[in-house]
């Protein structure tokens, strides 16, 4: 089973919907959620950094962590046609010895905004 | 401008070469790391390094061989490699080992 679950897509909605992106995993000591956004020819961007449950909104961007469901999701309100591009979710751990491990990467789902 | 650069931007090379890709982070962070990125498949840790010693080291092919002379510079030197070694490779930066990584823009390599 692999630890980190995402959909390739691609994904493609009109410009000005809500667009649900969303990550399931499996290891429940996974702390540290985050999503990156890549363009392409580009390396990815941190978007959005959550500790634990609970959701957390910068702009027209929201991230929601259910870690009872093992599942988290990034919104985009309003969405643009600059908003097409990879988003990649990420995770970690905080390691018995108090450091983290490594992040662990979704695949990635590509997004197409269609003016 | 991303803090981190990484050169050349594209690579072909023949299996027989040697070649050093590069990057450089202008951000003061302690971690540095190579990832490969293939289609179709999650971010891949090669290398990281945290205060210039190498932390971790994931099954990769002793045909890629790290180097990180100082905190703001890494190479990853190439030789003998397969057609199967073709994908993007990205450098990242952190402040400390697993903080949030910035990313540079990548090399992308075509073994041929």
């Known amino acids: 089973q692999k630890e980190v679950e995402q959909d390739p897509g691609p994904l493609s909605v009109p410009e000005g919907a809500i667009v649900s992106l969303n990550c399931t995993y499996s290891?429940?000591?996974?702390?540290?959620f985050m999503w990156y956004r890549q363009y392409s020819r580009k390396g990815p961007e941190l978007l959005m950094y959550?500790?634990?449950?609970g959701n957390k909104e910068d702009g027209r961007f929201t991230a929601q962590v259910d870690k009872s469901s093992k599942y988290i999701s990034l919104f985009i309100r309003d969405s643009q046609p600059s908003d097409s591009a990879t988003y990649l979710c990420a995770m970690t751990t905080i390691n018995s010895g108090g450091g983290a491990d490594g992040l662990t990467f979704g695949k990635g789902t590509h997004l197409i905004i269609q003016p | 401008e991303t803090g981190v650069t990484q050169t050349p931007r594209h690579l072909v090379m023949g299996m027989t070469n040697k070649k050093s890709l590069k990057c450089e982070q202008h951000l003061g962070h302690n971690a540095m790391y190579w990832y490969k990125q293939s289609a179709k498949k999650p971010l891949e840790l090669m290398f990281v390094y945290s205060l210039e010693e190498r932390v971790e080291n994931n099954s990769v092919p002793s045909r890629f061989s790290p180097e990180c002379p100082n905190s703001s510079h890494l190479f990853l030197h190439l030789h003998t490699l397969q057609p199967e070694d073709s994908a993007l490779y990205l450098c990242a930066s952190s402040k400390h080992w697993n903080s949030p990584l910035h990313f540079g823009n990548g090399t992308r390599l075509t073994v041929t």
């Open positions: 290891n429940s000591a996974f702390q540290y």
């Open positions: 959550t500790y634990s449950s």
